[in-house]
């Protein structure tokens, strides 16, 4: 079974970048990968996700502009750069993959899961 590892989580300021990484160990990375994140009393959501060839990329409104998601299928790993970031987004980041060839921002469609790294926004 694919095991999913988050870094590059930390504390930023407003307005600053960070730039997350998520490397897969035990097999290749899914058709398609995604992030989501979760802040404190908030629902799991949707932030971007990525098909193999990425041909097909999806961001969720509240970031498109500002994070750029992108995969090394050779390194087995999936990047997500944060720039310009807001207090709103400070949560917890997880990489997750599906055998989907078609992104979906549906997180039931995922079945691996990274364990979140923590991204912190001060204002």
């Known amino acids: 079974q694919v095991h999913l590892v988050e870094s590059g989580g930390g504390l930023a300021q407003a307005g600053g970048s960070l730039r997350l990484s998520c490397a897969a160990s035990?097999?290749?990375?899914?058709?398609?990968m995604a992030w989501f994140r979760q802040a404190p009393r908030n629902e799991r959501e949707f932030v971007a996700s990525i098909a193999w060839n990425a041909d097909r990329i999806y961001y969720d409104d509240s970031v498109e502009g500002r994070f750029t998601i992108s995969r090394d299928n050779a390194k087995n790993t999936i990047y997500l750069q944060m720039n310009t970031l807001h207090s709103t987004c400070t949560a917890v980041y997880c990489c997750?993959?599906?055998?989907?060839?078609?992104?979906?921002?549906?997180?039931?469609?995922?079945?691996?899961w990274g364990q979140g790294t923590q991204v912190t926004v001060s204002s």
């Open positions: 997750a993959g599906t055998s989907l060839s078609i992104p979906t921002t549906w997180s039931v469609a995922y079945v691996s």
């Open positions: 035990g097999g290749a990375l899914s058709n398609t």
